[in-house]
């Protein structure tokens, strides 16, 4: 099993920066690649930023230019940098990885973090 604690999360005005981090912990041999989501009231959780195990990073194109997605392999942990806050950038921010736990295992499983949440005050 995977446990994925996130932390960061908080209010900030427009404008504002904030940045979350996601520990992931328990059983892992590889994690393939971490991402993070968000939900914002009433909406479907939306995909924010991707990090695979190399160096490419892919956003959504409401957030490009101001989020900045990375990880420490050494802490399997993802952060993500967030500048230039907007009210539309208000939700719960969940952390998701994918990760093999064993060398024997063919497919990965996915994990969620519990989310955290971000408000962003006009």
């Known amino acids: 099993q995977v446990q994925l604690v996130e932390s960061g999360g908080g209010l900030v005005q427009t404008g504002g920066s904030l940045r979350l981090s996601c520990a992931a912990s328990?059983?892992?041999?590889?994690?393939?690649?971490m991402a993070w989501y968000r939900q914002a009231p009433g909406k479907q959780r939306e995909l924010v930023a991707t990090i695979p195990s190399g160096a490419t990073t892919n956003y959504a194109d409401s957030v490009k230019g101001r989020f900045t997605i990375s990880r420490d392999n050494a802490k399997n942990t993802v952060y993500l940098q967030m500048n230039s806050l907007k009210p539309e950038d208000t939700g719960v921010y969940y952390c998701n990885a994918v990760v093999t736990s064993r060398p024997s295992q063919y497919t990965p499983n996915r994990y969620w973090g519990q989310g955290t949440q971000v408000t962003v005050s006009s």
């Open positions: 328990g059983s892992i041999f590889r994690i393939n690649a």
